[in-house]
């Protein structure tokens, strides 16, 4: 199984040629300036009959709303600093992606943490 990320506009422009019917596709959706773009992309994705999963926060009600799969990360990373915290929402976020992968792993009889065909490039001593 291969999993590639892409930024919206990088979906946008080629690899959403690739989304068909139960094509699954993970979108984070963090509140902030890419809201408005990332639910375009969702709704496209919709049209596409794609199985999509919203990644969201509980300060981006409208992506918990939007319909279809989602999971609201237990945190509000738009509400908890007064600095502008968008490049902080990758943190967070990932967590769902990563457990949902290492249960893949896991529920296809894989260790996650001893991959096949990967060795150890340096040596300590």
């Not at 709303?65 to 976020?93: H, K, M, N, Q, W």
């Not at 792993?105 to 990967?118: F, V, W």
Request: hydrophobic content about 50%; overall charge positive; charged content about 15%.
């Amino acid at each position: 199984m291969v999993a590639e990320r892409f930024s919206g506009a990088d979906l946008m422009h080629g690899p959403i040629a690739l989304v068909e019917k139960a094509f699954p596709v993970f979108v984070f959706a963090p509140p902030g300036a890419t809201w408005p773009n990332t639910r375009a992309i969702v709704a496209s994705l919709a049209q596409l009959a794609a199985r999509v999963l919203v990644i969201t926060d509980r300060s981006n009600p409208a992506a918990a709303a939007i319909g279809g799969d989602t999971v609201v990360i237990p945190a509000e990373v738009a509400e908890r600093s007064s600095l502008p915290c968008e490049f902080l929402t990758p943190i967070p976020y990932i967590v769902p992606a990563q457990l949902f992968t290492a249960h893949l792993a896991r529920s296809k009889g894989l260790n996650p943490d001893q991959p096949r065909t990967l060795t150890k490039v340096t040596r300590t001593v």
